[in-house]
């Protein structure tokens, strides 16, 4: 079958045209390289100050503070401390940044208003989260500024760290790097039975870069290859520092860069216990992990033992690559609580599919899958509900390209060249996997939960904003083509 037009009924009744607001393909790195980033575009976001505040909940349950169940977002321009006593211009859902972390179970339904007070188009996606696609916040769901969002899904999925940030085309590097992002954790009873560390013992770390302009705002300056900070940031800090003590922490670690791998490690050597990664739960867990490789919106679930940190004593969780302190850890000298995993974390049945690839996918250069250029009306091909399918991904250059697909998790089954393994902690349900140059990597995916329209794209944001990006549509198996997609039939 062959790509086809999107119905311009179909589209939601809110959905902007980027035309109208100036937005080219051609103009999208010339923006971005201002001196300015892409601020000056819009004028300065700073003179509106946060001051919306979203309804707070947690407390139970060891409950991470200040977690929210339910609630509108907000975003809006924000001035917020990072940590050196100094206030800087931020772009912030509900003036918190990172957004609020929410922390929901399965069975529940979100109800949420997205308000936008910024003064360009923005959508908010649930990265991670199965949800319908009218939930799912495409590109194509974009609202205008003065315009809001009505969410309403219920959570379908077993626990898990996902998290949400906008999905605007052409504008998603620059609003998330400007600091719209947040921690979005679901439990579940599998997972309650573990009895895991919980707060103060369970701490989100949402990790990425970030640059200054002259006046100390977030700064968006990407290259022709992606943005990258020049200062790390956890949780929105700078320098961030956090007493321990001796026992046993869980960290929900998400990596929101834009465009760096973090290459994660302790700085005395200790190893992670791994027990999670984007999807949940790992089967076992993952033991002696001394370095680790967390792509761009990938998340892992770890557990790291300071019963040997005395009072005073410290140890930096540190990124290899770029040669950055992240993160201090600081002994108190108290008593924290001991905690072995179990042998056994929980039960994943493997998805059987066919083993040669269904679909083939090529992320070309920065801008195209099969070299093709993302359209928003274009339906690139069809998967039928309910049925397994091996997708295959490989690199045309420029990577790395963290593969991410909307509507479904999958499993990684294989992956050849390059660092030719499926790591321990790549095993079990993903949403997101890297891909490195040279690297072929298949994975097997059914979509289960709903039909309808989603996205495969690179997380790579300045790419997927350069246009590598893909529609595809969820349907009924008996419509639906069970052959090679159309982007392959010609290769």
């Known amino acids: 079958m062959g790509a086809r037009k999107i119905p311009r009924s179909q589209a939601h009744s809110a959905l902007p045209r980027l035309a109208q607001h100036g937005v080219s393909r051609r103009s999208f790195m010339r923006v971005g390289l ?204 700078l320098k961030l520092k956090m007493n321990v003590n001796q026992g046993v922490y869980r960290f929900r670690v998400l990596n929101g860069a834009n465009a760096r791998v973090f290459k994660l490690a302790l700085s005395n050597g200790a190893a992670f216990t791994v027990i999670g990664n984007d999807g949940g739960l790992l089967a076992t867990p993952v033991n002696g992990v001394t370095q680790i490789e967390l792509g761009m919106g990938e998340r892992l679930d770890l557990l790291v033992d300071f019963s040997a940190l005395g009072a005073g004593q410290s140890v930096m969780l540190r990124c290899l690559s770029a040669r950055w302190d992240l993160l201090q850890f600081v002994g108190t000298g108290e008593t924290g609580i001991a905690y072995s995993a179990p042998t056994t974390l929980s039960t994943i049945k493997p998805l059987v599919g066919p083993s040669q690839p269904t679909r083939t996918f090529s992320f070309d250069g920065m801008s195209r899958i099969n070299g093709l250029r993302y359209d928003m009306e274009r339906i690139d091909f069809r998967v039928p509900f309910g049925v397994v399918e091996r997708w295959r991904f490989k690199t045309g250059g420029n990577a790395p390209h963290p593969v991410h697909v909307h509507g479904a998790s999958f499993q990684v089954v294989s992956r050849t060249g390059g660092r030719a393994k499926v790591f321990d902690w790549e095993r079990g349900w993903k949403d997101t996997v890297l891909l490195n140059d040279k690297e072929v990597v298949d994975v097997l995916i059914r979509f289960d939960a709903y039909k309808g329209l989603y996205l495969i794209h690179c997380h790579q944001l300045e790419h997927e904003d350069m246009g590598m990006m893909s529609n595809f549509e969820v349907v009924d198996a008996q419509t639906g083509s069970l052959g090679i997609s159309p982007f392959t039939s010609t290769r």
């Open 34 to 237: 201002a001196s300015a980033g892409a601020l000056s575009a819009m004028g300065s976001p700073w003179l509106a100050l946060a001051g919306q505040g979203g309804g707070r909940g947690g407390g139970g349950r060891g409950e991470i503070p200040d977690a929210v169940r339910m609630g509108d977002l907000t975003c809006a321009p924000a001035y917020v401390d990072l940590g050196d006593g100094r206030l800087r211009g931020v772009l912030a859902y509900n003036g918190k940044f990172p957004g609020p972390t929410w922390v929901v179970w399965t069975g529940d339904t979100v109800k949420s208003t997205l308000w936008n007070r910024l003064n360009e188009p923005t959508i908010t996606h649930w990265h991670g989260l199965h949800v319908d696609p009218a939930n799912d916040g495409g590109p194509r769901l974009a609202i205008g500024p003065g315009q809001s969002y009505d969410y309403s899904f219920p959570i379908v999925q077993r626990a898990s760290l996902n998290f949400y940030h906008p999905h605007p085309h052409m504008l998603t590097g620059k609003q998330v790097c400007l600091g719209l992002a947040g921690a979005f954790i679901i439990r579940d009873k599998e997972e309650d039975a573990l009895n895991l560390p919980k707060h103060p013992y369970e701490v989100p770390l949402v990790i990425r870069d970030a640059s200054f302009d002259s006046q100390g705002n977030l700064l968006y300056n990407p290259t022709s290859s992606g943005f990258a900070g020049k200062f790390p940031l956890v949780n929105g800090k």
